[in-house]
């Protein structure tokens, strides 16, 4: 059954919508999965609150144009789904496709991954599913800014609670 005008006229809306949204949009070769895997990916997609679709490339060259995202047409051939990271965690795809595609690079590929108007090509991926993610990387600029802070309380703390425990044995020697 063919698709009205006006659903393909919603479909790119929403994707428009979607790649605006976007801080890194992975583009997906999906060829060989399976019905089963397409839909394990799907749940995977979803549980970690990762926008997943399949459509059709005409569809996406018209939104990617509509949204001002270039560098992408020469990848939309053959089957594609589009996966959308998120500005808090825009490698959460790359992390997800890196350990779905365990056993399945056959079936499956990235064709390019843009990251905030840069695209990537799809061998990328492991770099990008290798980067921490915004909790992680937050924490470590933490534990460097504090790193020193904490190591020069500990060397002044040090001498001086070893001075401090010997005035107070030498004062309870006094006492006694």
Do not use: C, W
Request: without cysteine.
């Amino acid at each position: 059954m063919a698709i009205t005008k006006a659903k393909k006229e919603s479909i790119v809306k929403e994707l428009v919508d979607d790649l605006r949204a976007a801080s890194a949009i992975y583009v997906i070769d999906y060829k060989g999965l399976s019905e089963v895997d397409d839909n394990l990916l799907r749940k995977k997609m979803h549980g970690a609150s990762i926008e997943y679709r399949v459509v059709k490339n005409s569809l996406i060259k018209h939104a990617l144009e509509q949204a001002g995202v270039q560098g992408l047409d020469n990848v939309l051939q053959g089957v594609t789904s589009l996966a959308f990271g998120s500005a808090d965690e825009p490698m959460a795809p790359a992390k997800v496709f890196k350990e779905f595609m365990k056993g399945r690079e056959e079936q499956m590929s990235v064709k390019a991954i843009t990251m905030d108007g840069t695209v990537l090509p799809g061998s990328a991926l492991d770099s990008v599913a290798s980067m921490p993610n915004r909790k992680e990387m937050l924490s470590q600029i933490v534990s460097i800014i504090l790193g020193p802070g904490a190591n020069l309380v500990a060397i002044f703390k040090g001498p001086a609670s070893r001075v401090a425990g010997q005035v107070k044995a030498l004062e309870e020697k006094l006492q006694g």
